[in-house]
């Protein structure tokens, strides 16, 4: 077997690669990023790889989730609390259906570069239509019009944003937030929907009664004893796209087991950069991260088959999650020939198997073409289609993967339990990139994942009136009834 060499990115063809303008200041930049501690430690990548092993097995559940890309001015308490909070909601949700672990993996601390279909773009500047660079996220140029050089100094203010973001994240989980006994604390007061709060209302009474019964049994500690255990304290992995390689390589660490990618937990190849011989597939077989990628429907079945024998050689349980998006209409045609590929490969039960709902159904509003959004309905036909589908083929949905915002009010997507419209949009729609679900939206799909899942672990067919009609709108097959 030849030996890997994790330099070989280094002369392979890099899609979405950034033209700077003078590359001796970004050479400079990245000496100096060489030079910083890691973001995360090999530790903690480990314990994910072996968490995305049992998710691999059905022994846990993936939720990873995040903006499309953030800002650097997203870097500010409020909006980092307000992920997290929804983030503990829905996994709390998801755990009581699906009664397994979930692994939380933030879009966040990180995810600032953004690829995109066209290099330039052509604005209206001052009744004059002229040609500028696209916008590629806050770590390589700004979003206004009079500042898209790219700029490597961005790189840095992206690591020490990232630092904070995360130094955040670690200080509010270990302060008590995430304590289970208080889960009102989480601000499921901005839900409206009346079934949603009676729904959560009924989760959060059967939680108390069953650690109540554990305090009574002595199975955990009173009050005023607090120590971080698995009732006050959760894991929270962070990850971002694996766009800038020069950014992930700067910020590699080799050890004797191998190079480590610091600046996450993990990383994904987004779907135009997932060549098979290209740079990004070059650099992550290079890591021991967990990695991922996206799966869209110009994925052939042989050359997903390729890429798994290009990223994951030593065949690592766990190490390769499929995160596939392919929209609500081409799911059905496309989704079943990429399982049968791998259940027919060697990576046969090593993958994890994950659905990201939303970037295949991006359309522009009716109303306003430089608006894009995303049907909810279309959002919920993947998911349950996905949901069927790998039930059927006896293979697994090991999770999912949206874009989401934990500050309330947002109008991105169409539709929900809050029943948004086209023209409700321009309310307060705040992405300057993917339309996100909404704090209610995010909910309306938590329910939904628990109570298919609770169904299919427990047999019984779907009990919850609601989610059956919301399901049989979207699904082919009769459900069973309540
Ligand atoms: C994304 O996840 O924001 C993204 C750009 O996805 P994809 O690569 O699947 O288009
Ligand atoms: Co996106």
Redesign the pocket.
């Known amino acids: 077997m030849t030996v890997h060499d994790p330099e070989a990115w280094r002369s392979k063809p890099q899609a979405q690669d950034v033209d700077y303008p003078e590359p001796e200041k970004l050479h400079k930049v990245l000496k100096e990023i060489e030079t910083f501690p890691g973001l995360v430690s090999t530790t903690e990548i480990d314990r994910l790889s072996a968490q995305m092993a049992n998710v691999a097995d059905g022994k846990a559940f993936l939720l990873q989730s995040g903006d ?2 953030e800002l650097f001015s997203y870097c500010n308490p409020a909006q980092i609390e307000a992920k997290l909070k929804l983030t503990l909601l829905m996994s709390l949700i998801i755990v009581h259906g699906v009664r397994l672990p979930v692994v939380r993996v933030g ?1 966040i601390a990180g995810q600032y570069g ?2 995109r279909s066209k290099p330039t773009e052509v604005v209206d500047m001052g009744g004059e239509k002229c040609t500028v660079l696209s916008f590629r996220g806050d770590n390589v140029n700004g979003l206004d019009i009079a500042d898209r050089a790219p700029d490597p100094e961005r790189l840095l203010s992206a690591y020490f944003r990232s630092a904070a973001t995360l130094n955040y994240i670690r200080s509010w989980l270990s302060s008590g937030n995430a304590d289970l006994h208080a889960p009102q604390s989480w601000s499921f007061h901005h839900v409206q929907s009346e079934y949603l709060q009676c729904e959560f209302g009924r989760i959060t009474r059967e939680i108390a009664d069953a650690l109540d019964f554990m305090k009574t049994v002595g199975a955990t500690p009173g009050d005023g004893e607090t120590p971080a255990n698995a009732l006050n304290t959760v894991d929270y992995f962070i990850s971002h ?1 694996c766009l800038m390689l020069e950014y992930e390589d700067a910020l590699s660490h080799r050890t004797s087991q191998g190079l480590y990618d610091l600046s996450a937990h993990t990383v ?1 190849l ?3 950069t997932r060549q098979v011989d290209g740079a990004h597939v070059a650099f992550v077989r290079s890591i021991r991260n967990p990695i991922g990628i ?1 799966v ?1 429907p110009s994925m052939d079945a042989e050359e997903l088959i390729r890429i798994l024998d290009a990223v994951n050689p030593a065949m690592v349980k766990g190490r390769v999650t499929l ?1 596939t ?1 392919y929209g609500a209409g081409n799911i059905k045609d496309m989704l079943p020939q990429h399982i049968r590929a791998v259940q027919s490969s060697r990576h046969s039960g090593l993958v994890v198997w994950c659905c ?1 709902p ?2 295949g159904n991006t359309i522009t509003s009716k109303y306003n073409s430089s608006i894009k959004t995303r049907m909810f309905s279309d959002i919920v036909k993947e998911l349950a289609a996905a949901l069927q589908i790998h039930a059927q083929l006896e293979n697994r949905l090991g999770g999912v ?1 949206l ?1 989401l915002t934990g500050d309330n009010g947002v109008t991105e997507c169409i539709g929900g339990s809050m029943e948004l419209s086209d023209q409700d949009l321009s309310r307060n729609y705040l992405s300057y ?2 339309p996100r679900l909404n704090y209610e939206q995010s909910l309306d799909i938590a329910f939904l994942i628990s109570e298919v899942l609770r169904s299919q672990r427990t047999g019984k067919g779907l009990e919850s009136d609601a989610i059956v009609r919301a399901l049989s709108q979207y699904m082919d097959v009769n459900l069973p009834s309540p």
């Open positions: 499309c890309a879009r953004k690829p796209e994904w987004g779907d135009r996206k869209g995160i998006r990201d939303m970037h993967h874009e990139c993917d």
